[in-house]
């Protein structure tokens, strides 16, 4: 059952800034709680409490709450008012709705002398003759009763009928506790039957036979047994709802623990049909399957020319990559994009060691190249020095004639332009230091011997 804590309290008291100590108001309505615990010791300066539409069966553990001046416990499954007396300072007191029969229990609220409103509209007492008169002649300080102020003259002929109207309630409080009685093993039978006829449809309904073959194994049987459950509780469902029932305590706590109960099957169903079963990748017989579960485009392009595969996956462009995971096989290739499986069965077998993985800075795409584990890469071909040379002097006259000539390139043998050896090479003067070149250096003074030396440039 569900009780009073701490933490619901300090919840519920956040116009308090959480604390309990000195907490004046708290409204505990609508938590199904059970019972009523631990607030006359946490919150001593209490002087209102809310405590309507709970399961409450019996009113305690308030009698040292000297300050509490209103208590609402409406809606609860209270039978008789006990355990006021120490609340000095109450002045309302509301009952509402509750299953109070014993209605001379009502005389230990004579020692609250500062009571002066009282709610017992909807409790089984209302329903004896001469209740008004039997609550206004026993309590003297009551001032208004179930919204209705009390005169001075009904008061005084309910003190002169008083004698009589108590006889006449003793009599039907003990009609009514036979009454109880009764109510109270009825719902016990009744709860046993819907046990047992639970347990029968249950056996009547699980088939559980042989299977045909082998092959019809446990999964199969763990369906079945799932949907048979689940008529079962659909059909006790209808049944509990449709068949009628007395207004009890039993009655109220049975339909919230049915409630509870259906709630957390629901619960179950819902949280098992979001589980999907793993994907299978490898079968039994170790045999790759080709998966793509985060919906996502590619292209596996066979490069021949450096012996190798290229995949290019398009993974999304503000996906972080730490959300990648890149295994490459020797047959396959495995890519878990936010934990979502992308595997694909490669036609050839590749080197994982020397397979490498980018991302694209500009479309965020996954670049994959596997080099071919069978296979060996042809070295490209170089351009000759003579070549080169003819190119240039080519060049040259083209420049010399006017016309800027492009620079051509084989894609046969170049996959993208040398873009380092278009300039001519020069001819080194020398090698090494210029001191160990004398005859270089002579050379070219040699060169300079027809000039004249113009001192005055």
Known sequence: FISVTEDLVRRRAEHNNCEIFSLEEISLHQQEIEKLEHLDKWCRDLKILYLQNNLIPKIENV??????????????????????????ELKKLDLTANFIGELSSIEVLKYNIHLKELFLVGNPCTDFEGYRQFVVATLHQLECLDSKEIERSERIQALQDYPEVKEKIREQEKAYLLKRAREKEDAERRMQERKKKKENQMQSKLVIGSPDSQCDNENHQTEREQQTWEEIDDEEDRRFWEEPTPYTPESRLEAHRY??????KDNTRESKKKEKPLRTLITAEGKALNVNEPKLHFTLEDDEENNQFILDLAVY?????????????????????????????????????????????????????????????????KVSTSIKTSDSNTQEKNT????????????????????TKIIQEKEQIGQGPISFQPRKIMENKKSYADVENDEDV
């Open 259 to 264: 409630i509870e109960e259906r709630r957390a």
């Open 400 to 419: 010399g004639s006017g016309r800027v000539e492009k620079l051509e390139v084989d894609p046969s043998k170049y996959s993208f332009p040398d873009v």
């Open 317 to 381: 462009r503000h996906l972080d990559t730490s959300l990648l995971d890149v295994d490459v096989q020797p047959t396959y290739i495995r890519v878990r994009v936010k934990g979502k499986p992308f595997q694909l069965v490669l036609p050839e077998e590749v080197k994982p060691d020397s397979s490498s993985a980018k991302r694209s800075q500009t479309t965020g795409h996954l670049v994959v190249s596997m080099p071919k584990a069978n296979g060996i890469i042809l070295p490209k071909q």
């Open 63 to 88: 009698g040292r709450l000297k300050k509490l001046e209103y208590l609402n416990i409406a809606l609860n499954n209270i039978e008789r008012i006990e355990n006021l007396e120490g609340c000095e």
